[in-house]
C-alpha cells in the first residue's frame, strides 16, 4: 500500500499561481503514474493530469497551458504547478499513484479561486 500526503492549497484570487505538492510513502514499484485529480461541489471526480515513471504527461483539456505536473522519482514526489486560475478551477485536489492496477489516493488539499 501507498500512502500519500498533499500540501499546497489554499486561497488565490482570479489569475494567481499555486503549487500543490505530493510524496508518496510505502510501497513505491517502479512502473507507475502519479497525478492528480479534483472534485468540486457537486461535480464528479476528474483527471486534471498525470504523469508515468518515464516523464510522459497528460492533461485535462481545461487546464492546459495552464497547469504544469512534474515528478521527483527519487523522492517518490508530485507536483502540479497552477497559474492563471480561474473560480472554476475550486475543488479539492486529490493525488493519486497508480500501478499494476491498484489506485491508492490522498486526503485531498483544497484549492479556492476567488476575489
Known amino acids: 500500500q501507498v500512502q500519500l500526503v498533499e500540501s499546497g492549497g489554499g486561497l488565490v484570487q482570479p489569475g494567481g499561481s499555486l503549487r500543490l505538492s505530493c510524496v508518496a510513502s510505502?510501497?513505491?514499484?517502479?512502473?507507475?503514474?502519479m497525478g492528480w485529480y479534483r472534485q468540486a461541489p457537486g461535480k464528479e471526480r476528474e483527471l486534471v493530469a498525470s504523469?508515468?515513471?518515464?516523464?510522459?504527461?497528460n492533461y485535462a483539456d481545461s487546464v492546459k497551458g495552464r497547469f504544469t505536473i512534474s515528478r521527483d522519482n527519487v523522492k517518490n514526489m508530485v507536483y502540479l504547478q497552477m497559474n492563471t486560475l480561474k473560480p472554476e478551477d475550486t475543488a479539492v485536489y486529490y493525488c493519486?499513484?497508480?500501478?499494476?492496477?491498484?489506485?491508492?489516493w490522498g486526503k485531498g488539499t483544497l484549492v479556492t479561486v476567488s476575489s
Open positions: 504523469m508515468n515513471y518515464d516523464g510522459w504527461a
Open positions: 493519486y499513484f497508480a500501478a499494476y492496477g491498484k489506485d491508492d
Open positions: 510505502g510501497i513505491i514499484r517502479s512502473i507507475n503514474t
